[in-house]
C-alpha cells in the first residue's frame, strides 16, 4: 500500500470508520476508497475525472463538475479532497468552493496533499473559509486536513461562470471557461493550426474530436460542414462543460453530434470515421509520457474508414511521424507541427506496412547486408503484419 493511501486510511480510522458511513452523503476526488465508499454511502458524488472515474461511475457515483446546482442542498456529509486529482490552484479552489457549498453544517472537507502540490496553501485558504483545519495525520511530505463547517460559518459561493468568444478555423464560437482542464477550455495554439488544417476536409464528413477536452475544435468543423461529430474525452469536467458550449451555440440544422465518456486508450466507439482529428496528450500527471500519446493516436487511427484521414497536432519533440508511418507535416509553427494520414482503401496494402502506424523501429532484428539481415528483415516485416492482423 502506497504511503498516499495509508495516510488516508489513518485519517479516516480517526475521523469516521467507513463501517458507520451508511448514512453518510460523500463527495470525493480520490480513488482508493471508491468500492467501499460507495457501497455504503446514502449518496456519492465524484469529483475524480480520470479514467477511475469512470469505472466508479458504474459503482452509482454522481460525476459532479463542482456546481453546487447539480447536487441537492446540504446533501454532502463528508467531502474527500486530493490535491493529486486537482492540478492548479483554480481547480482546487473550483473543488473546495463547490463542496463546502453543499456540506451540511457540521460537515467535514478532508484534504489530503503534499507539500510540492501546494497543500500549505490550501491549508491556508481552508483556515479563512472555515475558521479553523485540523491536521489529522501526516508524513512522507503529505497532510490530511479537516474543516468543519460551523452552523453559521459563511463560506463563498462557488466562482461565477466565464464565457467568452473564441475565433477557431473561421468559426465564432461562444465559450465557457473552464478552470483545471485543458486550456482552461479556451483555444491554445496547437489546436488553432490543427483547425485551420481540417476545415477545409470537414464538408460533409463523419468526424470525430479525440480527446475533444470541452469541444471547440469539433464545433468548429461543424460550423464548416461537418456532417456529424463524435467528441471522445474521459475528463468528465470537460465534457459538462462541452455540454455547456453546445448548447450555446448554434449549429447547422443537419449537424448531429455524439458526446462519449471514453478512456480513448482502449478503443475508440462509434466508428468509422472519415476524419479524426487529435491534440493527443502527453502527461500522466506532471510526467510526460510519450506512450500516452502514442495509444491515442494508434485508437484514432483504428476508427478510421479506408479512405479517411487523420490529423495530429503536437509538440514538436513528440515523434509523431514514428506512431504514423507515412505522415505529412501539413501546417506548424516552432512549437508545433500538424500531421495528417490517410488509411489506405486497399487492405492488403495496409497490411504489407504500407500506411499502418507502426515505426520503422518496431521491426525487430533488421540488418541492411548478407543473407542473415534479409532473413531478418522478413521475419521482422511478418511480425508486423500479423501484429496488424490482431489490432
Partial sequence: MSDAVSLWRKALAIWLPLQHAEAAGFCVSTEPFLPEIAARARHLALWDWRQSALAACALGAQPWGGDPADLPPASVDIALLDLETLHGRASFEQAARGAAAVLRPRGTLLLRGGNANGVGGAARRLRDWFGGV???????????????????????????????????????????????????????????????????????????????????????????????????????????????????????PAASTEVQAVDATMGVPGGPYDLVVCNPPFHQGIAVSHALSEAVVRAGWRALAPGGTMLVVGMRFLPLDRWLSGAEEVAGDRAYRVLAATRPRDAARERRGRGWPYAPSEVKGTRRRGGRGRRSQREGAARARDDADRV
Fill in 134 to 252: 485540523e491536521a489529522l495525520a501526516y508524513g512522507g511530505g503529505h497532510r490530511v486536513l479537516a474543516a468543519v463547517r460551523g452552523e453559521r460559518t459563511a463560506l463563498p459561493g462557488p466562482p461565477a461562470v466565464a464565457w467568452e468568444h473564441a475565433e477557431l478555423g473561421g468559426a465564432v464560437l461562444r465559450v465557457r471557461r473552464t478552470p483545471g482542464v485543458f486550456a482552461e477550455g479556451l483555444v491554445d495554439a496547437g489546436t488553432g493550426l490543427l483547425a485551420e488544417a481540417a476545415t477545409a476536409l470537414a464538408p460533409g464528413r463523419r468526424v470525430c474530436d479525440l480527446g475533444c477536452g470541452t469541444g471547440l475544435l469539433g464545433l468548429a468543423l461543424l460550423a464548416r460542414g461537418a456532417s456529424t461529430c463524435a467528441f471522445c474525452d474521459e475528463d468528465l469536467r470537460a465534457l459538462a462543460a462541452l455540454r455547456a458550449n453546445l448548447a450555446a451555440n448554434t449549429l447547422p
